[in-house]
């Protein structure tokens, strides 16, 4: 399994000062900190992201705050829990319409009710025009979920939902993952030729495939799992 963590090592003499590393130690637990070893004199503590942090809705299914904290634009929205509900309505509708036998041939219309018509809105405006570092950073396997949904819903490659060959070719490109500000800074910087003059010389098929991004390497199965996406 891997995580992301942060670790912070810090120099306590519990034998000096008691009361001090015990105080501490109560403020890095209620941080959702967990001690891990002692390297001589330095406490090592990690804090796995997402769990806690800001808006522990991330990977706590059952945990909805009241008033989303911070200036990101999760929170701007509602927070991880009022993304999830969204994401949910949005699989949902995709299945049903996916086995209804009564699909229009031009396409499938999503009309998301309220509230979540304007929490889809609020994703679809944050990844295709805002940088999407923080998003990611903040939760990285809900920031994977809200890109295939986006993407099963609206392809960049296909106005239509569902369209199983825009997203095929989204997945063998690994663009499915990139926000569109990301992917577009990503092909900028492409050094077609150079891809190109390589793949001849191995005598190997030429394809253009993309970094799968920060959250693919951030996130584990079990993780997908636990946290409920």
């Not at 519990?14 to 406490?43: C, M, Q, S, T």
């Not at 509230?115 to 923080?134: C, F, V």
Request: with cysteine; glycine share 8%.
């Amino acid at each position: 399994t891997k995580h992301t963590i942060e670790v912070i090592s810090l120099e306590v003499h519990d034998w000096l000062e008691p009361l001090r590393a015990k105080r501490i130690a109560r403020l890095l637990k209620r941080n959702g900190y967990h001690f891990v070893d002692r390297l001589v004199y330095d406490d090592i503590w990690v804090r796995r992201r997402g769990l806690l942090g800001p808006d522990p809705s991330c990977l706590q299914p059952g945990l909805a705050m009241a008033r989303a904290p911070g200036n990101s634009p999760v929170f701007r929205i509602g927070g991880w829990s009022t993304v999830r509900q969204g994401m949910t309505w949005l699989q949902r509708k995709l299945e049903d319409r996916f086995n209804s036998n009564n699909v229009p041939k031009n396409g499938i219309v999503l009309s998301p009710p309220a509230p979540h018509n304007g929490t889809i809105q609020a994703l679809l405006d944050i990844w295709e025009g805002d940088d999407t570092s923080g998003f990611e950073a903040e939760c990285p396997v809900g920031a994977m979920t809200v890109a295939l949904g986006l993407q099963l819903m609206h392809s960049r490659k296909s106005a239509l939902p569902l369209d199983g060959v825009a997203i095929t070719s989204e997945f063998r490109h690994q663009s499915i993952f990139q926000s569109t500000d990301t992917l577009a800074k990503i092909v900028t910087g492409y050094d077609y030729q150079s891809a190109v003059t390589e793949a001849e010389t191995e005598q190997s098929q030429f394809e253009v495939r993309m970094p799968v991004g920060r959250s693919w390497h951030e996130v584990s199965f079990l993780e997908v799992l636990e946290s409920g996406w």
